[in-house]
C-alpha cells in the first residue's frame, strides 16, 4: 500500500502533512488471506465424471469406468465428515445431456449403502445413454454450479473420455471454460 495524494489518511504521516506534503495519504488493498488463517465458508467442490456410453463400451478393454467409479467411491469416502470444511457434488455427463446428477450439495451419502446407490446409477446410465459429447456443457454447467454459493475456494474436476479431436474441442476452450470464472 503506497503513499498517494488521495485516499484514505495514513494517521502515521499527520505531521508530514502538517509540513506541507501531499503524499499523506494510502491506498486500500484487498489482501489476500493467509494461507494458514482459519477457513470460514467451506470450499466449494464440483465433480463431473463421464458417464457416456463409450465409458461402458470400453470398459472391457481398459476399465475406465470401473476405475471412475472407484474414484467416485474414493471421493465420497474422502469427503465423509468434512461437510463444514467441503460442499460438494457429483455430476455426470454422456450423449443424455451435460449433467446428470448423482449426489447434490449438502446431501453426502451417509453410508456405504448409500454410496453403493451413487455408483449403481452411475454405471446404470452409462450403460443405457445414448451416444454423443456434452463435454464442454459439462465444464460450463460445473462451473456455474460451483458458483452458486459462497466459498472459501471454488474447483471443478471434469473426468471425460472425448476424442476431443472428433467433437472438434481445443484444448484451450477447454481450459478457458474451467479457469474462466
Same mark, same amino acid.
Given at each position: 500500500?503506497?503513499?498517494?495524494?488521495?485516499? !484514505?489518511? #495514513?494517521?502515521?504521516?499527520?505531521?508530514?502533512?502538517?509540513? $506541507? !506534503?501531499?503524499?499523506?495519504? /494510502?491506498?486500500? +488493498?484487498?489482501?489476500?488471506?493467509?494461507?494458514?488463517?482459519?477457513?470460514?465458508?467451506?470450499?466449494? =467442490?464440483?465433480?463431473?465424471?463421464?458417464?457416456?456410453?463409450?465409458?461402458y463400451r470400453f470398459n472391457s478393454n481398459d476399465r475406465r469406468l470401473e476405475r471412475c467409479c472407484?474414484?467416485?467411491?474414493?471421493?465420497?469416502? +474422502? =469427503? !465423509?465428515?468434512?461437510?463444514?470444511? &467441503?460442499?460438494?457434488?457429483?455430476?455426470?455427463?454422456? $450423449?443424455?445431456?451435460?449433467?446428470?446428477?448423482?449426489? #447434490?450439495?449438502?446431501?453426502?451419502?451417509?453410508?456405504?449403502s448409500e454410496r453403493l446407490k451413487v455408483i449403481q446409477k452411475m454405471w446404470a446410465h452409462a450403460? &443405457?445413454?445414448?451416444? $454423443?459429447?456434452?463435454? =464442454?456443457?459439462?465444464?460450463?454447467?460445473?462451473?456455474?454450479?460451483?458458483?452458486?454459493?459462497? $466459498?472459501?475456494? &471454488?474447483?471443478?474436476?471434469?473426468?471425460? !473420455?472425448?476424442?476431443?479431436? /472428433? &467433437?472438434?474441442?481445443?484444448?484451450? #476452450?477447454?481450459g478457458d471454460l474451467l479457469t474462466g470464472n
Amino acid at each position: 500500500v503506497g503513499l498517494q495524494s488521495f485516499g !484514505d489518511l #495514513d494517521d502515521n504521516r499527520l505531521v508530514d502533512g502538517a509540513a $506541507g !506534503d501531499s503524499l499523506i495519504f /494510502r491506498r486500500r +488493498a484487498n489482501v489476500p488471506p493467509d494461507p494458514a488463517s482459519p477457513q470460514t465458508k467451506p470450499k466449494r =467442490l464440483r465433480f463431473v465424471l463421464d458417464v457416456s456410453g463409450s465409458m461402458y463400451r470400453f470398459n472391457s478393454n481398459d476399465r475406465r469406468l470401473e476405475r471412475c467409479c472407484q474414484m467416485a467411491v474414493m471421493v465420497m469416502e +474422502a =469427503l !465423509d465428515g468434512f461437510g463444514d470444511k &467441503y460442499s460438494w457434488s457429483i455430476a455426470g455427463h454422456s $450423449g443424455d445431456g451435460p449433467v446428470i446428477p448423482f449426489v #447434490d450439495y449438502g446431501k453426502p451419502p451417509a453410508d456405504r449403502s448409500e454410496r453403493l446407490k451413487v455408483i449403481q446409477k452411475m454405471w446404470a446410465h452409462a450403460q &443405457y445413454c445414448m451416444s $454423443g459429447d456434452c463435454t =464442454l456443457e459439462a465444464a460450463q454447467a460445473g462451473v456455474e454450479s460451483v458458483a452458486e454459493q459462497e $466459498g472459501d475456494d &471454488y474447483f471443478v474436476l471434469l473426468l471425460s !473420455d472425448a476424442n476431443l479431436r /472428433r &467433437y472438434a474441442i481445443s484444448p484451450e #476452450d477447454l481450459g478457458d471454460l474451467l479457469t474462466g470464472n
